[in-house]
């Protein structure tokens, strides 16, 4: 019992024992944290430093060359051919000491404020770097230096990998070794990027200012300072109120370093940019390329995506861009004779429908080397007009309501909604009922606003937002683009391939793949989305086949091509009242014109107006330039090139409907022609039931139809009845009028609504015969007829009766012509000598001449009176002159 009790105890003291290890004081594991960081950074710094002294032994040597000169970037075409290369020329080389204090305290306080105190690497700013993309994610923040940037503008690739930073350090370090800090500053100040094609702040003076370096005042100073970060962004003529905020900042990190007052800051900060800049007329431009607005094109795609200043590094830049297509738009472009004015403008982008990719540009007129503003890609300030009507409207109503193109809609007078605002139409009417394909081919305002309520804007915003249109809101104006919605050229082609490209939209590029100088490649090309079902895109494109087309109201009939599937959309933007008595505006002006259109190749958007909004398109030539242009462009293009027709889907069928039917039904057999429309539905909302509203309608045949000659004019006025069938009173009829002539065919003479006619040129002699039927569209009546015979009549001659009947000796009868003498006793005995070879008058008329022509004494004296008293009766019944007298 003692053992087993001792035991226990043992195995108590042993379990409070093991308990006492185990609760060790605090500082004891603190001790052990610490010495395994230190361990762990120990590790860590070998490793790092190992791998550091790695990549700096693969580092390029320092070349002098490299690092003073820029190096030229290469681009190529779509079929990889070289077509421009930048980055050497046109370049004014500046001395240190020839560079303003001022220039130099505003370009150190911007990118390197210790720069003369470090050695290459700026600790302090490499550790607020650390802590930014250990938070942020790696990449967020840089820490160059300008000793830096010198490094990789020379020798290294634009990435920010590890293994590039490490080298890039290394070769700072080098590079501060071999050159003085006045040295390498004047390298950065000749070499750094300040425009797509201009290099160092020198020549930059010159290009923005028309100014040598120590003329410039400080504003000028500070805004050439802040470019380098972002060139294109903050290039003073393109984009002068960002210039201005980056060149306030420069003045404010100069007055943090002390370099200027905060009353000089103040002062610098009151300058206006476009008060400093030179005016376009009389900019110097740069080295011209080939293809300057294309090439303008790619070089802000590369700031944008962060690759701008990878063109002092001499990169290789594989374009998308279509030689042919580029010279077909810039010869249109620069062609005098296809410009209704001499300062009217225009920008062209010219994308694949099928791909996104940009095979041409028109920048503008005549458009040169760093013009300072591309009408294709900065025209961002300017409303869509009725181009927004498929994007915002008809195409998310199809989309979300599935809506059939001929959804009926009434165009009426109506206000925007909360607002009193009147919604008027381009030619001041309202036109009643009509489909959805009719409301959009003939552009009317009303439908389209109509059409946008119903689909609501948070689904109109959704929609538009998957073709690469981005707006914080969506307003009733914008549904006929005059809101606060704006398009460039570049932006709208894109947006319209989608239509014509089975609702997959792709983001317009110019680039397709970058190569930098270590061989390594970036990919440009954009991923295809989809932006809409295949309905959609095509039921939307059907309707704006009809805009290209010759029926009435169709507003893009000039922009057809023949032999072309092409469907597109005018547009035409619109000034405020206040503009037009700010401005003296006549009553027919507008500020902007536009036309979109694409085939299954090409996707076309053409803007055409005038560089100051305050100046207007005042006529039909120049509303319709953006046609005419799309049209000449379209048609080269596609010269040579088979162009495919736009196919419907299967998800899409066609019904003919009765147009006014709510909800739509089919048109029966007795639907008026004027009301059935064959039209397009997403399959299987199409209408079953068949409209009962028109029936079998007979109409009866005239009546009392009455012919009555005119012998004074030759005519014959026809007149009849007319009862419309019970309950169809107001049906509209009119009467189909017939003539037959003796035997020969009928020929329809004349259509009325009157119920009378006139019938002119009536021939004596002839039987006619007129029938008359009634007509309401493809019903007919029967026929009522009436015939009539025109007699020809002959006309009774005059008989001067002798003055004493009861003695011939009286009558004096000398015909001079005949030369004879009667003399008559009134008894009936003709005594007269008659020697008459001539005319006898009008009684021949009526009896014949005599024997052989003649009428001798012999037989002269025959009584032809009835009672032999001497006196002539005229027949009753005239001789028929066709016959043979006897």
Same mark, same amino acid.
């Given at each position: ?226 470019? @380098? ?5 903050? #290039? @003073?003529?393109? !984009? ?114 099928? $791909? ?9 007129? #005549? ?32 989309? !979300? ?160 091509? @023949? ?107 007795? $639907? ?52 419309? @069938?019970?309950? !169809? ?20 003479? #004349? ?15 002839? #039987? ?100 032999? !008293? ?11 002159? $066709?016959?043979?007298?006897?």
């Amino acid at each position: 019992m003692t053992e087993k009790r001792r035991t226990r105890e043992e195995l108590k003291r042993e379990r409070e024992l093991q308990k006492k290890k185990q609760k060790k004081p605090a500082s004891s594991w603190i001790k052990r944290i610490i010495i395994t960081i230190l361990i762990i950074g120990v590790v860590g710094l070998l490793g790092g430093a190992g791998l550091f002294a790695y990549y700096a032994s693969s580092a390029p040597e320092l070349d002098e060359e490299l690092l003073k000169d820029p190096i030229s970037s290469e681009f190529y075409d779509k079929n990889g051919e070289l077509f421009a290369k930048i980055g050497a020329e046109d370049r004014k080389y500046v001395e240190y000491d020839d560079i303003p204090q001022e220039m130099i305290d505003a370009i150190l306080a911007t990118e390197d404020s210790r720069f003369f105190d470090h050695f290459g690497l700026d600790i302090w700013r490499l550790g607020s770097a650390v802590i930014a993309n250990v938070t942020q994610g790696f990449g967020a923040q840089g820490a160059s230096t300008i000793t830096q940037q010198v490094v990789k503008n020379s020798f290294l690739s634009n990435d920010k990998k590890l293994k590039r930073k490490a080298q890039e350090a290394w070769l700072a370090i080098q590079l501060e070794k071999h050159y003085s800090k006045e040295e390498i500053f004047e390298m950065y100040f000749n070499k750094v990027l300040m425009s797509g094609r201009v290099y160092g702040f020198g020549t930059a003076a010159e290009y923005f200012f028309g100014k040598e370096l120590d003329e410039l005042e400080l504003d000028e100073m500070a805004l050439l300072a802040g470019i @380098p970060q972002s060139p294109n962004n903050y #290039n @003073p003529f393109k !984009n002068p109120d960002r210039a201005k905020a980056r060149r306030d900042l420069v003045l404010d990190l100069m007055v943090q370093h002390e370099k200027i007052s905060e009353e000089q800051a103040a002062e610098a900060k009151k300058v206006e940019i476009a008060s400093r800049v030179l005016p376009e007329e009389e900019r110097q431009t740069v080295t011209g390329t080939k293809y300057d607005a294309f090439l303008d094109v790619v070089l802000e795609e590369l700031e944008e995506n962060g690759d701008g200043e990878a063109l002092a590094e001499g990169i290789k830049v594989y374009t998308t861009l279509d030689p042919n297509a580029q010279s077909v738009v810039e010869n249109i472009m620069n062609d005098s004779e296809n410009f209704p004015t001499e300062d009217i403008q225009s920008g062209v982008s010219v994308i694949d429908t099928k $791909t996104g990719e940009i095979r041409a540009i028109g920048g503008g007129r #005549n458009y040169g080397a760093e013009r300072g503003w591309n009408y294709a890609d900065d025209l961002k300030d300017r409303q869509p007009g009725s181009t927004m009507k498929p994007l915002l409207d008809y195409g998310p109503a199809i989309e !979300n309501l599935k809506w059939s193109t001929g959804q009926t809609i009434v165009d009426e007078k109506m206000t925007y909604s909360n607002s009193d605002k009147v919604i008027t139409n381009w030619d001041n009417k309202y036109l009643g009922t009509m489909t959805v394909r009719e409301a959009l081919y003939q552009s009317r305002n009303v439908p389209a606003v109509k059409t946008l309520q119903e689909v609501g804007t948070d689904a109109a915003k959704e929609f538009i937002s998957k073709l690469g249109i981005e707006t914080e809101d969506v307003y009733e104006s914008d549904a006929i683009g005059g809101g606060a919605i704006y398009m460039s050229p570049i932006q709208m082609a894109a947006a319209y391939a989608a239509f014509g490209n089975n609702g997959i939209y792709n983001e317009p590029t110019t680039i397709k793949e970058v190569e930098y100088r270590d061989g390594s490649k970036k990919s440009y090309k954009s991923q295809p989305e989809v932006a809409m079902s295949d309905y959609t895109a095509y039921m939307v494109t059907d309707i704006l086949r009809d805009v290209l087309s010759d029926k009435p109201g169709a507003s893009g009939s000039a922009a057809a091509v @023949p032999g072309l599937d092409i469907a597109g959309k005018t547009g035409t933007t619109n000034y405020s009242p206040e503009d037009f008595d700010k401005f003296n505006l006549p009553s027919s002006s507008v500020p902007d014109s536009w036309f979109a259109g694409y085939t299954t190749n090409y996707s076309i958007a053409i803007w055409s107006g005038y560089s100051q909004r305050s100046e207007p398109i005042t006529t039909w030539d120049e509303r319709r330039l953006p046609q005419r242009l799309f049209k000449s462009i379209m048609s080269q293009i596609s010269d040579d090139v088979e162009t495919s027709d736009f196919k419907k889907p299967n998800s899409v069928v066609e019904a003919t409907i009765e147009v006014g039917t709510n909800p739509l039904q089919l048109a029966s057999e007795y $639907t008026p022609n004027e009301l059935r429309r064959t039209e397009l539905f997403v399959k299987g909302t199409e209408p079953s039931q068949v409209s009962e509203k028109y029936e079998e309608i007979e109409l009866d045949a005239p009546t009392k139809l009455q012919a009555k000659y005119n012998e004074e004019g030759s005519t014959v006025d026809l007149t009849w009845d007319f009862k419309a @069938p019970k309950g !169809n009173e107001d049906l509209d009829v009119s009467f189909e009028v017939s003539m037959t002539v003796d035997q020969e065919q009928p020929v329809v003479v #004349n259509t009325t609504s009157d119920k009378q006619l006139q019938i002119p040129n009536i021939e004596p002699g002839r #039987n006619y015969t007129f029938s008359v039927v009634a007509v309401s569209d493809d019903i007919r009546s029967e026929p009522a007829t009436v015939s009539i015979f025109i007699e020809n009549k002959i006309e009774e001659p005059e008989v001067e009766k002798p003055e004493n009947p009861n003695n011939g000796n009286n009558g004096d009868g000398n015909e001079n012509n005949d030369n004879g003498n009667g003399n008559g006793n009134g008894n009936g005995n003709d005594n007269s000598n008659g020697n008459g070879n001539g005319d006898d008058g009008d009684l021949d008329d009526w009896f014949g001449p005599g024997k052989d022509g003649e009428n001798n004494g012999d037989n002269g004296g025959e009584d032809v009176s009835e009672d032999g !008293n001497g006196e002539i009766e005229a027949p009753t019944v005239p001789t028929d002159p $066709t016959e043979t007298p006897e």
